[in-house]
């Protein structure tokens, strides 16, 4: 399918002379596929919507190649939730919960008590990196802040709205002074900390209808103030599922065959859903053998027992 406008943009934002940064994102057509997956009551929905917006602020913030993964399962009334974003920004999210459509809940009811966990997968070595920041405040916002205060040691503010329509945010982060050119002592220090200021002052005025239709220029020119600002240009954002017929396979192997035969003898084909695009991956017995007869499949070493 032909991409006839961005599926979600990505911007990126600094402010000249200072370290003082930001990311801009905006799901549009993303945030309607991610959607169209599965229906969600208008809170979860909103919470997965932020959720899907912050993985790709934190993918932008962060170096690295692979997967970083956005959960929490507090016990709350939405049990899971799962946000990824890759390195080149394809988006996939999913939510599980037990709300009924119109039934009102607060951000602590909704998230419950746990953890926070943003888990970055390389994609070339089996090194992963894990934050970990409890679920507390009144906005995803807030708790990703503290991580970013616990995790990375940067300043962070961060907004993050969702509608029907489209779903966004913005970040903000001090970046540790003195790099090249900077320049130093108590005078610098404060002009650093008084843009500083102006910034969060902007974002705290900027309103979710600004931050989900107005463009990024005019909302980074609202938040920058008479502040020097550059604006760079967009990174597409997309959904898409890195589900495959492999993983697939894999996941099934994992399960055993005793499961595989159980759920044949009791539907006559195995069907496996991806949770997060929907797509349906159907063995029959046939496919169920081949499968587990394949050469690739580990054989379990002989022990003494054996
Ligand atoms: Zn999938």
Request: aromatic share 6%; hydrophobic share 45%; charged share 20%.
């Amino acid at each position: 399918m032909a991409e006839a406008q961005a599926a979600g943009e990505l911007r990126r934002f600094l402010l000249e002379g200072h370290p003082l940064r930001g990311h801009w994102v905006r799901l549009g057509p993303a945030w309607q596929e991610l959607r169209a997956r599965r229906a969600y009551p208008p809170l979860v929905e909103a919470l997965l919507g932020e959720a899907a917006s912050a993985a790709v602020l934190l993918a932008a913030t962060l170096k690295f190649a692979g997967t970083l993964t956005l959960q929490f399962s507090g016990g709350g009334r939405v049990r899971l939730l799962v946000a990824q974003c890759t390195d080149d920004f394809r988006l996939r999210a999913v939510a599980h919960h037990d709300l009924a459509d119109g039934e009102a809940a607060g951000f602590a009811e909704l998230v419950g008590a746990g953890k926070l966990v943003v888990t970055v997968q390389s994609d070339t070595s089996v090194a992963s990196y894990q934050g970990i920041v409890p679920l507390a405040g009144t906005t995803l916002g807030e708790c990703l802040e503290r991580y970013f205060e616990g995790s990375e040691q940067l300043p962070t503010r961060l907004k993050l709205v969702a509608d029907q329509a489209h779903a966004g945010g913005l970040l903000l982060q001090r970046l540790p002074a003195g790099g090249a050119g900077a320049a130093s002592g108590e005078g610098a220090g404060a002009l650093v900390q008084g843009a500083w200021e102006d910034l969060q002052y902007g974002l705290e005025a900027l309103t979710p209808a600004a931050l989900l239709g107005a463009p990024a220029e005019l909302v980074v020119r609202s938040i920058a103030g008479m502040h020097d600002c550059r604006l760079f240009g967009a990174t597409p954002v997309s959904f898409a599922c890195r589900c495959s017929p492999e993983r697939v396979a894999g996941l099934v192997r994992s399960l055993g065959i005793g499961e595989a035969h159980a759920a044949l003898a009791e539907q006559g084909a195995l069907t496996v859903t991806c949770e997060f695009c929907g797509r349906d991956y159907r063995y029959d017995a046939v496919d169920v053998e081949q499968l587990f007869a394949g050469g690739s499949l580990p054989q379990p070493a002989p022990g003494p027992l054996n």
